[in-house]
């Protein structure tokens, strides 16, 4: 059984950083590719980053150069650095495992809130 949870998140003001943490529960974190979306009020959930097992990264466009995804497969832990953040960056931010045979597993969410 997988189980994911966030931590980081809070309340800051633009320009400024969070990072985000997400501890994992199970014998496959190693071997699956793990992301961070996000969803604003009224929005869809959005990918925004995500790194696979050998560590190969791909990010939002809208989040390049600001954020970085990074994992620690012997603690089980994946982690989202997010510099000169802005107000649009505002969402709940939740953490997903996507197994190698495919089943996907959600997070509760952290929020995040960018003051402008």
């Known amino acids: 059984q997988v189980q994911l949870v966030e931590s980081g998140g809070g309340l800051v003001q633009a320009g400024g950083s969070l990072r985000l943490s997400c501890a994992a529960s199970?014998?496959?974190?190693?071997?699956?590719?793990m992301g961070w979306y996000r969803q604003a009020p009224g929005k869809q959930r959005e990918l925004v980053a995500r790194?696979?097992?050998?560590?190969?990264?791909n990010y939002a466009d809208s989040v390049k150069g600001r954020f970085t995804i990074s994992r620690d497969n012997a603690k089980n832990m994946v982690y989202l650095q997010m510099n000169s953040l802005k107000p649009e960056d505002t969402a709940v931010y939740y953490c997903?495992?996507?197994?190698?045979?495919?089943?996907?597993?959600w997070g509760q969410g952290t929020q995040v809130t960018v003051s402008s």
């Open positions: 199970g014998s496959i974190f190693s071997i699956s590719v």
């Open positions: 997903n495992l996507l197994s190698p045979d495919g089943a996907g597993y």
């Open positions: 790194i696979t097992r050998n560590r190969s990264t």
